[in-house]
């Protein structure tokens, strides 16, 4: 299964309660670690891209039930889910999302 989605990140915004709805205790320490407003919100976008992805592809809407992290490399991994497969990129204002879920 495939889902695939982006981001206008123009309306993605730093408020606590979006924050919450979509950001993973996990994630929300990758979140907290970025040093800018800019990359703050590159980065909720790209997990909101990659959470509305999941949901495509699995059907699954609560964002909480993934927590998808950053390995060493930087490369964009679901945590506890080898299955799935995640891209996140994000320029000019957009941020978009591929999952791949081999089943």
Do not use: W
Request: proline fraction near 3%; aromatic fraction near 8%; glycine fraction near 6%.
């Amino acid at each position: 299964m495939v889902g695939i989605d982006i981001a206008d990140l123009s309306r993605i915004t730093l408020h606590e309660g979006f924050i919450n709805t979509v950001l993973t205790p996990e994630e929300r320490a990758q979140f907290d670690a970025k040093k800018t407003e800019k990359r703050k919100i590159e980065y909720l976008g790209g997990r909101f891209a990659a959470k509305e992805a999941l949901y495509k592809a699995l059907q699954d809407k609560d964002y909480l039930h993934f927590s998808i992290l950053n390995d060493e490399n930087g490369k964009p991994y679901v945590k506890d889910h080898p299955e799935i497969s995640v891209s996140i990129s994000h320029d000019a204002g957009i941020a978009a999302a591929v999952v791949i879920v081999n089943n």
